[in-house]
């Protein structure tokens, strides 16, 4: 079961569009969805909201200590409610899927990616969950930095977000600890379209006579 969602991020009005904040993008839709609203906590450096549903508190958590420091505010959230990391899903830009891809999954690496590698350090485990939202690679390895802090073009935001979407449908099997259905949702692909019907013959003209 899922007891705490977190999206990582930048705080600021001119980091608000730019690629490294689709896990706050993430944890925006959620709050939509399930009526929450994002507040300052100072306890927890962060934004935060308390869900209260039927089998438990769950808390949504958007940090405010910049990247490389989310773990503070996750170690801090996490220690307080003693949330173990298993029940906690952390969303998050990935260069290594294309815009409007998607994965989930259990555990694992960092990857370089300096907001799960804070994460892993506080809490003392990789065990947790991660959603991982495509924002596509800049092709060389010297323009990450400046790739993940400019903003998506038009077409790219717009498949984030659809995939955004897709993630909201699996929220109900997450917070009820169904993972591999949720894991199924969430790696859904699209159904392909129907080829375009053939256009009915016309019945054959009438001479004139």
């Keep these: 079961m899922i007891r705490l969602l977190v ?4 705080p600021g009005p001119e980091y608000e569009d730019t690629r490294h904040n689709a896990g706050f993008w993430f944890i925006d839709a959620v709050a939509r969805e399930l009526k929450a609203n994002l507040v300052p906590e100072r306890s927890y450096f962060g934004l935060a909201a308390r869900v209260n549903r039927p089998d438990g508190p769950l808390w949504l958590l958007e ?77 060389v390895k010297a323009e990450v930095v400046n790739y993940v802090l400019r903003k998506p073009m038009a077409e790219h935001r717009e498949a984030i977000d659809k995939s955004i979407e897709q993630a909201l449908t699996a929220l109900d099997l997450l917070l009820a600890g169904d993972m591999d259905r949720a894991l199924m949702k969430v790696h859904a692909k699209p159904p392909r379209p129907k080829p375009p019907r053939p256009p009915a013959s016309e019945p054959p003209k009438e001479k004139d006579e």
């Excluded at 999206?7 to 930048?10: C, E, Q, T, V």
């Design 63 to 139: 940090p405010m200590t910049f990247m490389n420091l989310s773990g503070k505010s996750v170690g801090a959230l996490a220690r307080f409610f003693k949330i173990a990391p298993a029940e906690i899903l952390v969303a998050h830009d990935e260069l290594d899927l294309l815009p409007g891809q998607m994965k989930m999954k259990f555990g694992g690496s960092h990857a370089g990616h300096n907001g799960l590698k804070d994460i892993q350090a506080q809490l003392g485990s990789a065990d947790f969950w991660r959603l991982r939202l495509g924002i596509g690679h800049p092709g």
């Design 7 to 10: 999206g990582l991020g930048n």
